[in-house]
């Protein structure tokens, strides 16, 4: 009896896209994290593990945040390379000054990172939160994938049709009125919610807006205005509105 040969099934592309993310990541990790005065090849793991360790604290679920991740260590890494340069010149106070000048700033970049970091992952939880919203980015980005793998040449298939909106609920006559039924200061709201978020955190006009000043009294009744409309909008925008 002939036995057929196995032949290998060749892997999915889009499927070996998340491995290709995360060892380019590992890759830069050992490029960039431990010092260049450091040879000691188990050292070296040391100082990589450690900041995949520190990458995996921030959860990271995708290529993006992963990367932002990654950005931050390496520049707390340099930070700290620029310091201990610093301690090595105590004897040379101008050059010593400059490597902690360049450490302040790896210091500021890093954490700028990890503020953006945190800023988008907050996005994230609030679009999955809604499972249309959450299934329409997951296919979106399984398709911008297929699309990019192909025009460098890889075998994908096409991707399945986008996945179909849920039709929304009737309007009720209701509903149509309730608009008219809100006051001016909660219609402006509604109209324009983070402008209305940030006259309240401003107590006030904010100062550099780029938009027109509301009336006087208009502005008076958002800022004192106690209702459930102001409040949920100053919640949503709470995080956008610069201190």
């Known amino acids: 009896m002939t036995v057929a040969p196995v032949t290998d099934v060749p892997a999915d592309p889009i499927e070996q896209l998340p491995k290709a993310v995360y060892r380019t990541i590992v890759a830069d990790l050992y490029a960039f994290i431990p010092p260049p005065t450091l040879t000691d090849p188990e050292l070296v793991a040391q100082r990589v593990h450690a900041a995949i360790g520190e990458i995996a604290t921030m959860v990271p679920v995708n290529a993006d945040e992963a990367n ?15 310091s201990r340069h610093a301690r090595m010149l105590f004897n040379d106070p101008t050059p010593a000054m400059k490597c902690l000048a360049q450490a302040n700033h790896f210091e500021r970049t890093a954490n700028a990172a990890h503020a953006l970091l945190l800023r988008i992952q907050s996005a994230r939880h609030k679009r999955e939160a809604n499972p249309t919203t959450c299934d329409q980015d997951a296919w979106t980005i399984h398709a ?27 309007r009720s006559a209701a509903d149509d009125n309730s608009f008219a039924r809100c006051t001016e200061a909660e219609q402006y709201a509604l109209i324009y919610p983070p402008r209305a978020a940030a006259i309240r955190a401003h107590r006030g ?3 550099d807006a780029r938009y027109d000043r509301p009336r006087s009294d208009l502005l008076r009744d958002i800022l004192a205005s106690t209702s459930p409309i102001l409040k949920r909008i100053d919640e949503e925008y709470a995080e956008n509105i610069p201190a």
């Not at 994938?145 to 009737?170: F, H, I, M, N």
């Open 144 to 170: 911008t994938e297929g699309y990019l793998l192909r025009a460098d040449g890889q075998p994908v298939s096409q991707p399945t049709p986008p996945p179909a909106a849920e039709p929304e609920p009737p």
């Open 205 to 207: 006009f904010p100062p």
């Open 68 to 82: 932002i991740a990654l950005r931050v260590v390496i520049c707390r890494a340099n930070a700290n390379e620029c």
